[in-house]
């Protein structure tokens, strides 16, 4: 965690969470409210918490490529670089419309 909450801060995140959870509950399979809950967790610092709140998201579209690139970048901002590099690679080939990145030879 990189910054305090505030309790009214903590108050806005439980909160938060409750939507989040009636929302997934009223759209199985979207992705949606785990990215709102992320964004919100990491706004506040608490980007551990973030990461835990992409799972679900994740677990139901495992190669979502903006799941997964958030999923990156919070895990390079904890440090965790290999775990990073590893979730850009489950993506396969990267670059424009899927294919292969240029190598020159």
């Known amino acids: 965690r990189i910054y305090q909450c505030s309790p ?3 108050l806005e995140l439980a909160a938060a969470r409750e939507q ?4 997934a509950q ?3 399979g979207t ?8 964004c919100l967790l990491e706004e506040k ?3 551990e918490s973030a990461l835990e709140a992409l799972q679900p998201g994740l677990a139901g579209q495992p190669k979502d490529e903006g799941l997964v690139q958030m999923r990156a970048r919070l ?10 590099a590893r979730a850009l690679k489950s993506l396969g080939n990267l ?3 899927g294919s292969k990145p240029h190598t020159a030879k």
């Open 45 to 47: 610092g608490d980007l």
């Open 31 to 38: 992705i949606g409210p785990y990215v709102y809950l992320a």
């Open 75 to 84: 895990l390079t901002d904890l440090g965790r670089y290999g775990d990073a």
């Open 95 to 97: 670059g424009p419309e």
């Open 26 to 28: 009223k759209e199985p």
């Open 8 to 10: 009214e801060e903590r």
């Open 20 to 23: 989040v959870s009636q929302w």
